[in-house]
């Protein structure tokens, strides 16, 4: 295990391409898996998922590169099919699609900061992961405006407000997670670099 190289904590798992697509495979899954606990709210088209949360786990975990490519393998099975976006839905479009092209912009921005060391300590994490839901909201609310044809007042109250807790909340997790995480890779490289 080498910490001193490691960017971002993919880069503590031993291996090269087949490290990565695994990673990349499997933080697709995840977000996959997170969008099926999803709670359908009736005033407004978006879903209260667990989405969000799983897609600034990947990111900032993976890298801008992993991260990236990750987010677009998940957009592109779904629009293929597979049914693993929120509530089991696929394919291209509905208002809360934009969301789902949000998530690449996401993994761009999250991936970028991680690297340069933003998800170990608690302060910066918290940056990191609002500037990952801005990037989320940033292309989901223009598409929850063409799609439902909402003014961004509407859009806003619908497409944001309502998740700005949760987002709270997932911020406040990560927070604690990647620092933490952080911290024992050096604790367990430090005793390995003892033996």
Not at 74 to 80: D, E, H, L
Not at 88 to 109: C, T, W
Request: glycine letters at 16%; hydrophobic letters at 55%.
């Amino acid at each position: 295990m080498n910490t001193a190289s490691s960017r971002v904590l993919a880069d503590v798992v031993p291996g090269g391409a087949v490290r990565d697509a695994a990673l990349v495979t499997a933080g697709a899954g995840l977000v996959g898996v997170l969008a099926q606990i999803a709670i359908p709210l009736p005033f407004t088209p978006v879903p209260l998922t667990m989405q969000t949360f799983g897609v600034l786990l990947v990111c900032a975990s993976l890298g801008s590169a992993r991260g990236l490519i990750s987010m677009m393998l998940y957009a592109v099975m779904g629009i293929a099919g597979v049914p693993w976006f929120a509530e089991g839905g696929s394919g291209f479009g509905g208002a809360s699609f934009g969301y789902v092209l949000g998530f690449i912009l996401a993994a761009a921005v999250v991936g970028r900061l991680a690297e340069r060391g933003a998800t170990q300590s608690p302060v910066h994490t918290a940056g990191v992961m609002v500037l990952g839901n801005l990037a989320i909201y940033a292309v989901g609310v223009p598409w929850l405006m063409a799609t439902a044809h909402l003014g961004l007042a509407t859009a806003l109250t619908l497409g944001v407000v309502p998740f700005l807790v949760g987002d709270l909340i997932k911020v406040l997790a990560c927070s604690g997670v990647f620092p933490g995480s952080w911290h024992l890779v050096r604790r367990l490289g430090a005793q390995g670099m003892g033996r």
